[in-house]
C-alpha cells in the first residue's frame, strides 16, 4: 500500500507560477511510474505529465513546455513546477503511481487525495 500526499495547491493570476508536491508513504524506486493527473469540472481526469525512475519524462501537449515533473528519491517526493499557467489549468490535480509509462487513468495503482489550483484570468 503507498499513500500519497499533495500539497502546494492555490490560486494564482495568469502567468504565474505554482509548484506541487507529492509526498509518498514509501520509497518507491521503479515498482512504479510517478505522474500527475488533473480534473477540471465536467471533464474528464487527463494525464498530464509522467516520470520513470530514470527520471525520464513524458508530458501531456497541453502543458509541454511549460510544466516540468521531477522527483526525488531521497525524500519520497514527486515535484510538478508549473510556469506560465493559464485559466485553463484551472483543475484539481492528482498525483498517482502508475504501472506503465502511460498518461492514462487506467494504469493507476495509487492516487493522492488532489490539491485544488485556480488560475484567474
Known amino acids: 500500500q503507498v499513500r500519497l500526499v499533495e500539497s502546494g495547491g492555490g490560486s494564482v493570476q495568469a502567468g504565474g507560477s505554482l509548484r506541487l508536491s507529492c509526498a509518498a508513504s514509501?520509497?518507491?524506486?521503479?515498482?512504479?511510474?510517478m505522474g500527475w493527473f488533473r480534473q477540471a469540472p465536467g471533464k474528464e481526469r487527463e494525464g498530464i505529465a509522467v516520470?520513470?525512475?530514470?527520471?525520464?519524462?513524458s508530458y501531456a501537449d497541453s502543458v509541454k513546455g511549460r510544466f516540468t515533473i521531477s522527483q526525488d528519491n531521497a525524500k519520497n517526493t514527486l515535484y510538478l513546477q508549473m510556469n506560465s499557467l493559464k485559466p485553463e489549468d484551472t483543475a484539481m490535480y492528482y498525483c498517482?503511481?502508475?504501472?506503465?509509462?502511460?498518461?492514462?487513468?487506467?494504469?493507476?495503482?495509487?492516487w493522492g487525495q488532489g490539491t485544488q489550483v485556480t488560475v484567474s484570468s
Open positions: 516520470i520513470s525512475s530514470y527520471d525520464i519524462t
Open positions: 514509501t520509497y518507491i524506486g521503479n515498482a512504479y511510474f
Open positions: 498517482a503511481a502508475l504501472r506503465a509509462f502511460l498518461l492514462n487513468p487506467i494504469f493507476v495503482e495509487y
